[in-house]
């Protein structure tokens, strides 16, 4: 299926590794011309020439935290009209709630409700005004069943889901649509790290846990980085138009909701 994407441009948050690197894999084998991000330049600079060596791709590598207003006007900079936005960054940490101070949480919504919000404030309206925008916003399944121990995570990111629930109303009658992908498990250095974390407090193996772990899913397994990117080019594509607002989870049912 030609997704109807060949020429347009996209930034992509966070791509050295995981989800977003899966989205901007989907998105070069279509054609789209990518900026790209992550902090650390040397995994950034070994990503795009992946793409391009894969792809035949037009990777521009923005080493920058996407976080601040300086990484966010470094990224702006390179591509400051993009057709497509994928806002994603790194997950607060895990804890009690009484551990996090003011300083936690500006800093948790600094990440995953500011950051974005920043940047589609920054390109929605380039994108209203030529008629095509795909903004995908990368949240969590914690979204709609919450995690009690990333409370950090939960609070910022509905905060986010719910802001754009209202934009995305605004400019659909522009082609212009924003979603947002709820990662449950995929199987990535960030996923990796909390196996580490429980097997250190639970007494078990990393092993142990990653199989408990991947037994407890309807699926019996993990989702990878580009079973994600698929699903996010999708929504980038030409025939999504029509979906506005929606937020899809990805778990392998682990959700247990009838809707
Ligand atoms: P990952 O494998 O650890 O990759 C994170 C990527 O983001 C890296 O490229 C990292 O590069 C970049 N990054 C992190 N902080 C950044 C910042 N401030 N500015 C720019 N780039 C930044 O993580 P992932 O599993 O793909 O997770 C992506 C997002 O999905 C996270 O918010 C995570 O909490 C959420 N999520 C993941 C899962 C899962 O199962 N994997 C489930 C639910 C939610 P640098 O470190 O070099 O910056």
Redesign the pocket.
């Known amino acids: 299926m030609d997704l109807g994407l060949k020429g347009r441009k996209a930034i992509v948050?966070?791509?050295?590794?995981?989800?977003?690197?899966g989205c901007a894999e989907a998105l070069a084998a279509e054609g789209v011309a990518l900026t790209i991000?992550?902090?650390?330049a040397e995994?950034?600079e070994a990503t795009a020439a992946e793409l391009r060596a894969k792809f035949g791709a037009n990777v521009t590598a923005v080493a920058?935290?996407?976080?601040t207003a300086e990484?966010r006007a470094k990224l702006l900079a390179a591509c400051p009209d993009p057709d497509i936005l994928i806002n994603?960054?790194?997950?607060p940490p895990p804890g009690d709630f009484r551990e996090w101070d003011e300083a936690a949480w500006h800093k948790a919504l600094d990440?995953?409700m500011i950051a974005p919000i920043m940047l589609i404030k920054a390109t929605v309206d380039g994108m209203i005004a030529r008629k095509f925008g795909r903004i995908v916003n990368?949240?969590?399944?914690?979204v709609k069943l919450p995690i009690p121990q990333l409370g950090l995570?939960n609070g910022a990111r509905t905060g986010l889901t719910g802001f754009v629930a209202g934009l995305s109303r605004q400019v659909a009658k522009h082609n212009v649509t924003i979603n947002a992908l709820?990662?449950?498990?995929?199987?990535?250095?960030?996923?990796r790290?909390t196996f580490a974390a429980a097997a250190k407090t639970g007494g078990q193996s990393v092993e142990q846990v990653r199989e408990a772990r991947r037994k407890a899913n309807p699926a019996e397994r993990?989702?990878t980085?580009e079973e994600f990117g698929a699903a996010c080019a999708f929504l980038c594509s030409a025939q999504a138009g029509f979906i506005v607002g929606q937020n899809l989870v990805l778990d392998g049912g682990a959700y247990p909701g009838t809707l």
């Open positions: 948050c966070a791509a050295s590794k995981g989800l977003g690197k991000n992550a902090r650390g995994a950034l920058a935290d996407v976080t990484g994603n960054a790194g997950g990440a995953n990368i949240t969590s399944a914690a995570s709820l990662p449950g498990p995929f199987e990535t250095d960030r996923l790290s993990f989702g980085a």
